[in-house]
């Protein structure tokens, strides 16, 4: 029923995209195709979350005649897709309600409307999939419907770039998934993944699906080093369409890692867990790192996804270190907090990537050295955007910190683990995670600081004013949901644990009946949080001091001229901006990780130049690892170039020559 | 149950009204370590009153989020310092936070004041703000590293049975809590702005990290500050206690006998860290801005090796 009800959710979908192809110049599309987005979504949401809470003992499943005419397209819903979809569809339905206002001032809607419904039936196609075939079309049509999205703007400084960028590397991942896909299929060619299932591969054939799927599914997702797409690709799409691409495609590919790696792979070797550890790791740490150096808010948005992929990753190689131990207890907890972190990263960067389109619209300005102030002309976009930048710092008592706390306490029985290897990547990866999550904090204050607080830096942020109630409502109700999955975390653990015991054969112990609705994941004398009552007593003792200090000391106010220690100055170029903001973690960090050098040029006494700072930061994994491929690849087809222009004799000995090879090689093959 | 809640009230009143009380005492062990006669014990809390009846003064582009600020790091402080055993373990909400949602509560509170610091749009704020953040980014991670370090020593994170397990004899001497000690306290130095990493007491502005911050707070802002970085000291002195020295801290359903026990314990641990930090910081100078990440990153890699040694063999 619910994947009936799905598959003609993306069909509809279809129709509207075809629709919007027709109807794309009228005033009247942009309310049509988003609110019909927002409708199927919101329809398809609802089957979800029915699939995923109610216990079926087989999957529904359904095969079309389409595709392969031996094979057909083969559907299904298990708990995992449902969960994904569920992720999904709220991130397109919220997507949809804000882009029924921030579309409205779209100056190219051809460019975006048609492709936006194609782009959000793609990703629930890929969730579906239940064949090689089917799976990669989906994913490639995701693809491509997203890179059209990046190149809407395509005149914009940068964007065709950006979306060049980004076909190379889709087109990169997609052969690394076909190539894991031919390679799991076998000769026989059984590409329904019930056969995949069923076959077991051979160790080396295994170890070599595991690499191309982290190359495939971890490209999309934006694991370092193959990330170099994703922070120049998600921002230069309009920003609904950032959040889509940012809080939500990242997930689809993470969901192909965990369908491959952990349901269709069969049972892990130990090692596969430390590379993905040891991936997680790094992306953690070189994402947040990266995007503190960013000021173009967009793009910090972009850069801090790959930090939040690292921690998801860090999640799925500590459950395949506990699977593939035998510990599936341990393996259901490192999961959970994998896959809560994938629902709490899509609502709250969605939110995220709303409030910087607010901004954008707003002021017509993404760089945050432009803005500042904002607090006093955007209130409602300031205060869930500061919502949004708490979630994801980590803090509690909002959603993100309670997936990286399980994260912690997963780490905490990893000292079980009987490999040595692990034992000493393990404590590694966790200090990557806790820096990481420090980080974090210290990337949001800034760019929240930077962009909310502060003084107006330039007459467009002065000038800026609240956003549409659409886009509001949009990002209200994301932040909603960050608190609620803040203070009721039990709820959503529990709703994952049919996805959870499904791929390591063990889920988290029901949460809902715990007393006041704490989390136990193992004992409550080993650890345990209540999100609800932190919350509670921080607003019950802040209300408690505000009341009586007002009531029993002073309650008068009194507004003056900043202090400043006595000499405020009045230009707002005096404040701190993005860049100085990050320059002392520039030095602890960058020194080392960007090769960051600093150049003061003072002139001498009498000489009226100003004194100038410039700043030097090396991209080290573009320099070192992308720009001698493209450089080869450009020399390569540079010295080929001559090719076209032979003579006529020359092309015919060319071919004589091939021919000859051929043969002979025809006559040497055994 | 009754009691339960009493003993919580107790130790929630208690924490708020002992902690001007440290921070006073440090301030006099220091004046008379320097043959000063210092301020009285008192002084923290008349300040606090002086202030808290004084009209705020506001600068004028300051948000609303400068003004609700100050209630939100106190609420957030108080709470993580309400769930310290301080003198009985076993709190009736003890449950509700373990040692890692402690320290995010407390990394919350810090989240809110480097933004209180980019309000007003000021330079002092703003250098106040990023130093900070910067001290954060690696003294958070230490912090971790040693909760990881005594968590897999007492096999949970929940803050009464650490100290439960800290006083039973199967702990014992061992290399990797001695690490994890010492990075404790180097955490806590830089956490509580004290020297040498901030110097509290500084009156020129480029030297200070947390003053500059709250530069532009006054009037009952300032006094809930002030009393959210007192309870923040108290906070980490009973923490170093309660991990670390759990000697005469009444375990859960003890009577009225162990309970007075236990405060008077608790009494002479905060005394015996107020003197120990006094001393300490009377001995040292404060160091520049970019000697603190070596600090720091000293406190981490021990508080790394703690984890890794327990990680290799759990007897170490």
Not at chain 1, 430 to 442: M, N, P, T
Request: with cysteine; glycine share 8%; net charge neutral.
């Amino acid at each position: 029923m619910a994947l009936a009800i799905i598959l003609s959710g993306v069909a509809v979908l279809l129709g509207v995209a075809a629709l919007a192809i027709m109807i794309g110049r009228s005033r009247g599309a942009v309310p049509i195709v988003y609110g019909a987005c927002l409708t199927v979504s919101l329809i398809s949401f609802a089957g979800a979350l029915f699939e995923l809470t109610y216990v079926r003992a087989v999957p529904l499943t359904v095969t079309l005649p389409l595709g392969l005419p031996w094979l057909g397209a083969h559907f299904r819903i298990d708990a995992l897709a449902a969960f994904f979809l569920a992720v999904v569809d709220l991130g397109a339905a919220a997507a949809s309600l804000f882009a029924l206002g921030y579309g409205r001032h779209e100056k190219a809607p051809l460019r975006v409307l048609p492709f936006y419904p194609a782009f959000l039936a793609g990703m629930n196609l890929v969730v579906l999939a239940d064949d090689a075939f089917t799976f990669l079309s989906a994913w490639e049509f995701m693809s491509l419907t997203s890179w059209a999205l990046v190149m809407a703007h395509h005149r914009e400084h940068d964007n065709a770039y950006a979306g060049y960028v980004y076909l190379v590397m889709a087109s990169f991942g997609t052969l690394a998934l076909l190539l894991a896909f031919g390679m799991l299929a076998g000769p026989e060619g059984g590409y329904a993944f019930d056969a995949i299932r069923a076959g077991h591969p051979s160790a080396a054939v295994a170890a070599l699906v595991l690499v191309l799927v982290l190359v495939g599914a971890g490209s999309k997702a934006g694991v370092v080093p193959l990330h170099v797409w994703l922070p120049l690709a998600h921002p230069a799409a309009p920003s609904h369409v950032s959040a889509l691409m940012s809080g939500v495609m990242t997930k689809v590919a993470v969901y192909g890692f965990v369908r491959i790696v952990f349901d269709l792979l069969g049972p892990p070797d130990w090692w596969w867990s430390m590379v993905v550890l040891a991936i997680g790791g790094i992306t953690a740490v070189m994402g947040v790192l990266y995007a503190l150096m960013q000021h173009d808010l967009k793009r910090l948005l972009a850069y801090h996804t790959v930090e939040n992929i690292g921690i998801i990753f860090i999640g799925l190689g500590l459950s395949l270190a506990f699977k593939a131990h035998g510990m599936a207890f341990a393996a259901a907890l490192a999961l959970t907090a994998a896959l809560l972190h994938v629902f709490n990263h899509s609502v709250f960067k969605s939110l995220l990537f709303f409030g910087g389109g607010a901004v954008l619209t707003a002021t017509g300005e993404r760089d945050m050295e432009h803005l500042g102030g904002l607090i006093h002309r955007m209130p409602q976009t300031a205060f869930v955007f500061l919502v949004g930048c708490v979630a994801i710092s980590a803090l509690p008592p909002l959603n993100g910190f309670v997936s990286e706390w399980l994260t912690f306490q997963a780490i905490l029985l990893s000292p079980q683990l009987p490999s040595w290897g692990l034992k000493l990547l393990v404590p590694a990866v966790g200090a990557l995670l806790a820096l990481s999550a420090a980080l974090a904090a210290a990337c949001f204050v800034k760019a929240f600081g930077v962009t909310f607080l502060g003084r107006p830096r330039t007459l467009a942020a002065e000038r800026g004013h609240e956003t549409d109630r659409f886009s509001l409502a949009a990002m209200f109700s994301l932040a909603t949901l960050c608190l609620v999955a803040g203070i009721l975390p039990g709820l959503f653990i529990d709703a994952l644990a049919p996805a959870v015991k499904g791929l390591v054969g063990e889920s988290m112990p029901f949460q809902a009946g715990v007393e006041w609705l704490s989390i136990v994941p193992i004992a409550e004398s080993r650890s345990s949080y209540n999100g609800l009552l932190v919350f509670l007593f921080m607003i019950i003792s802040g209300m408690l001091a505000a009341s009586a200090i007002h009531r029993l000391a002073s309650d008068k106010l009194r507004r003056a001229p900043a202090w400043d220690c006595g000499y405020p100055d009045a230009s707002p170029a005096t404040q701190y901006t993005a860049d100085s903001f990050a320059q002392p973690i520039r030095r602890v960090f960058g020194t080392v990780v960007f090769r960051a050098r600093e150049v003061g040029e003072m002139p001498p006494p009498g000489d009226v130049r100003p004194a100038r700072l410039t700043v030097e930061l090396h991209d080290l994994i573009w320099e070192t690892l992308y720009a001698p491929i493209a450089g080869g690849i450009a020399s390569a087809s540079e010295r080929l170039n001559r090719l076209q222009f032979l003579t006529i004799r020359q092309y015919l000995s060319l071919v004589f020559a091939a021919v000859i090879l051929l043969l002979l090689v025809l006559a040497i093959w055994p | 149950m009754i009691f339960d809640t009493a003993v919580q009230g107790a130790q929630m009143i208690l924490v708020l009204l002992l902690s001007p009380l440290l921070t006073g005492f440090v301030r006099k062990v220091k004046a008379r370590l320097l043959r000063r006669r210092g301020p009285p014990l008192i002084q923290p809390y008349r300040d606090l009153v002086r202030l808290m009846h004084k009209e705020v003064v506001l600068a004028e582009n300051a948000s609303w989020l400068f003004r609700a600020i100050p209630y939100l790091i106190f609420a957030g402080v108080w709470v993580a310092a309400s769930l310290v055993p301080t003198f009985r373990t076993g709190l009736l909400f003890s449950w509700t936070a373990d040692l890692i949602a402690i320290i995010a509560l407390l990394g919350s509170a810090r989240f809110f004041l480097a933004l209180a610091g980019l309000d007003v749009g000021t330079s002092f704020g703003g250098i106040g703000s990023s130093r900070e953040v910067m001290i954060a980014s690696l003294a958070e991670p230490a912090m971790l590293m040693i909760v990881f370090a005594v968590a897999l020593i007492a096999g949970s994170t929940q803050l009464s049975t650490m100290a439960g397990f800290m006083i039973s004899p199967e702990v014992g001497l061992r290399v990797s809590l001695g690490l994890a000690l010492i990075s404790l306290m180097m955490v806590a130095i830089a956490e509580n702005a004290r020297l040498p990493v901030d110097n509290p007491a500084t009156h020129l502005e480029l030297t200070m990290v947390h003053e500059a911050m709250v530069l532009e707070y006054s009037g009952r802002h300032l006094a809930l500050i002030d009393l959210s970085a007192s309870l923040k000291l108290l906070l980490y002195v009973s923490l170093i206690a309660c991990l670390f020295a759990p000697w005469g801290l009444a375990p859960q359903g003890a009577g009225l006998q162990a309970l007075a026990i236990g405060v008077v314990a608790y009494l002479a641990k905060l005394a015996a860290g107020g003197l120990l930090l006094a001393v300490f910081e009377t001995a040292i100078a404060k160091m520049r801005v970019f000697r603190v990440p070596e600090f720091l990153g000293a406190a981490l890699m021990l508080g790394l090796l703690a984890t890794l040694l327990l990680f290799v063999s759990r007897s170490l």
